[in-house]
């Protein structure tokens, strides 16, 4: 039968991390006790913690934050005094100029440096703070000892403990929040102003775990709601054999080192252990071996879904090289991830791989920063991180502005909708000095727009629909919670504006307005430079010859590959010659976005291109196992990544050293020996889940910001 994409809306997962500004005593009489503007603030991804010097400014730092009833999150209550509450506080770091340009010369294959690289010791010595500094944050964590279990690493220090002593550490009190879209998220956050002495906070960088709160999501769709055999057309369904064909990959390659590792990353999830045991089973695949960390959260209901494909593909790709499955917290951050993971494992996975995504423009500046360079030191002792480049094409899904003029030849890509066309789907909705295209928009104050929530908005909309022709059957349909489409058989310009309600003015999208704006939502971290991105393909064997094409919603991958600019990290000199060949190229490309909607100069991604569409995975639900195909970037990266494993497994047996981080090879082996990578062409990555916009990223022959340089012949 037909299969049916389910794309999860994701458990949202929230950071906004902490951004430590010293003022002056005045100000606290003065704007900072006035409420941040919502729209301005959040969608920024930024709550502001404050250095309040007031009365007591001899011996305090006062970090001061709001979040509650700023939407998208909703304060629930009171933390109970038990409850669990884990904070890092990331201390300033020394000679990053040094890491940088050691980082750069272990990569890069021209540097006499390459893969000459450092031990964790010698790179926690180049970075960490003076041993005073230190010395004061444990002299001032000595007390709470008892109540609290403190890691030291070498630029932090992460305090689990409970509400209770966190609040007399911080001074302040702690609420629980949750997202409007995903109920069933919880995050125990500061609701008061929260401080640490005054000597402490000139050597911090930034705090986690305190008022920070990021939407992150998984990047995995099922071809069908429900957990059962599904037939379909076996030509198209991916498994581990078929895809070593695809790619030139030796079958009979197996890992035989024992210091090669690979690793998985996940976020409130885990994986099936049946479920892996079944699809080593049914495919006769080499039996795994699997070292966890973490906490096993199936029982308390977090998902599978995500893990079990990471996990089963992981291992099968690269049959015989250990797996450390590394389950982490809805509450970690990415930075927190990052920086932590030394002293999690036994010994540092030579490949990892992030299945997870978050809106970039949402994630404070320091955050980024912190991340890419926790990634360099991974990348300094010769660990390869590698990210799913998204499954919202270039328009991304968690904090979208709606501002790209939308294809009308595309209506309700969620389904359910009564109408199977419509002549406009964007308006403008103003609020003060807050706009959102409505419903395409998904920031935080589009996101305070559903007329399910907020009667007032929904009074505006039942007042703009009543004042239309007949002849427009102007309507809102809402097929499922929180997906909402305008259907109109009136284009936007003859339908009737200058509707004023409740404080919600309605006028008319005719077009992209950078006042609006940016269009495009990148995804994070696959954004970041220091990280090997992976989009996503779908491959058709019914074709004569490889027919590969970048995943869209409008072919048979059936959802949009991640890919496109940063809006914060500059390009790196790897990608500069690629980047540019596309640039002189894309004005030639169909529904290739305008060079106004983005920014050339950053850091263009993915890097590199792997099937993600139709992978058959094994599940485990109350009614046992069951297999069925599953989509995304979050199928490409892991499989990608193990066979990256691989590699490194044949360089270790010779007694040479992993490859460490990849994209300076890459794109010189690109340069060099171009029959090295398929080339993809012929899609453009204008679509997310919910919406087609006129125009995206578009591939083209050689790199491109939709499949990078392409896929991998292995056997080149």
């Not at 069933?184 to 305190?210: K, N």
């Not at 082996?669 to 899609?683: R, S």
Request: proline content about 6%; overall charge negative.
């Amino acid at each position: 039968m037909v299969l049916s994409v389910l794309i999860k809306h994701g458990e949202l997962m929230f950071k906004f991390m902490l951004n430590v500004q010293l003022v002056n005593c005045n100000a606290r009489s003065k704007g900072l006790s006035q409420r941040l503007d919502g729209h301005t603030a959040m969608s920024r991804g930024v709550l502001l913690l404050c250095l309040v010097v007031a009365i007591h400014c001899k011996t305090f730092g006062v970090l001061r934050t709001k979040i509650a009833d700023v939407p998208p999150f909703v304060a629930t209550g009171t933390a109970m005094s038990h409850e669990a509450v884990r904070v890092t506080l990331f201390l300033k770091q020394n000679n990053l100029d040094q890491l940088k340009r050691t980082f750069d010369a272990v990569s890069d294959p021209a540097s006499p440096s390459w893969r000459q690289f450092l031990s964790r010791q010698d790179v926690d010595d180049m970075v960490k703070p003076d041993e005073a500094i230190q010395k004061a944050y444990r002299s001032w964590l000595a007390p709470y000892a008892s109540s609290a279990r403190i890691i030291e690493g070498a630029d932090y220090f992460q305090i689990h403990t409970d509400v209770v002593t966190a609040s007399s550490m911080f001074g302040t009190s702690f609420s629980t929040y949750q997202h409007p879209f995903n109920q069933g998220q919880r995050l125990i956050r500061v609701s008061s102003e929260a401080s640490l002495p005054m000597h402490l906070v000139s050597s911090l960088h930034f705090v986690a775990g305190l008022d920070d709160a990021t939407p992150r999501y998984k990047i995995t769709g099922m071809g069908g709601k429900t957990l059962q055999k599904r037939q379909a057309n076996t030509q198209y369904m991916i498994t581990p054999a078929r895809l070593k064909s695809y790619y030139n990959v030796d079958p009979t390659l197996k890992g035989t080192q024992s210091s090669n590792v690979n690793g998985v990353v996940a976020f409130d999830d885990w994986f099936s252990a049946n479920a892996l045991a079944g699809f080593t089973q049914y495919f006769n695949l080499t039996q795994p071996t699997v070292k966890t960390y973490g906490t096993n959260c199936l029982a308390q209901g977090c998902d599978q879904v995500e893990s079990d494909l990471d996990m089963q593909y992981m291992t099968s790709m690269g049959p015989g090289i250990p797996v450390y499955f590394d389950g982490n917290s809805g509450q970690v951050s990415f930075s927190e991830w990052a920086e932590t993971i030394t002293q999690k494992f036994d010994v540092l996975p030579h490949v990892l791989s992030i299945s997870y995504g978050a809106s970039e423009y949402q994630a404070d500046s320091d955050e980024l920063d912190r991340f890419d360079t926790a990634v360099q030191k991974l990348g300094v002792q010769g660990s390869s991180v590698m990210v799913s480049s998204g499954d919202d094409g270039a328009m991304g899904i968690i904090a979208t502005t709606g501002n790209c003029p939308a294809d009308v030849s595309v209506y309700c890509l969620g389904g359910g909708c009564q109408n199977n066309a419509s002549l406009c789907q964007q308006i403008v909705v103003t609020q003060g000095q807050n706009k959102c295209v409505f419903p395409v928009g998904t920031d935080p104050f589009c996101a305070y727009l559903d007329p399910s929530q907020n009667t007032n908005f929904r009074s505006a909309m039942n007042a703009f629909i009543s004042k239309q022709k007949a002849s427009c059957a102007l309507s809102l349909e809402n097929p499922s919670q929180g997906d909402y489409y305008l259907h109109s058989k009136c284009t936007c310009p003859n339908l009737t504006y200058g509707v004023t309600s409740n404080g919600y003015t309605i006028s008319v999208y005719s077009g992209y307005d950078a006042s609006l704006g940016r269009p495009f939502d990148p995804s994070f971290p696959a954004s970041a430079p220091s990280v090997t991105s992976v989009s996503a393909s779908v491959l058709d064997p019914t074709a004569t010859g490889f027919n590969e094409l970048p995943t869209s919603t409008l072919n048979d991958g059936r959802f949009d590959t991640g890919g496109g600019f940063s809006l914060h990290y500059p390009q790196p000199s790897y990608q500069a010659s690629a980047v540019a060949s596309w640039v002189a190229q894309m004005s030639t490309l169909p529904h290739q976005a305008p060079s106004s909607y983005f920014d050339v100069t950053k850091r263009a991604y993915p890097d590199v291109t792997f099937n993600g569409a139709w992978y058959q995975v094994v599940q485990e639900d109350n009614q046992g196992l069951s297999i069925g195909p599953i989509f995304g970037t979050s199928a490409s990266c892991p499989a990608f990544a193990a066979l990256i494993g691989l590699v490194n497994d044949q360089l270790i047996a010779q007694g040479k050293p992993p490859l460490g981080f990849l994209n300076p090879m890459l794109y010189h082996l690109a340069e060099t020996n171009p029959a090295a990578f398929h080339d993809l062409t012929g899609v453009s990555n204008r679509c997310n889940r919910k919406y087609c916009c006129q125009s995206g990223f578009a591939a083209s022959p050689g790199y491109d910001p939709i499949s990078g340089l392409g896929s991998p012949d292995f056997a080149q």
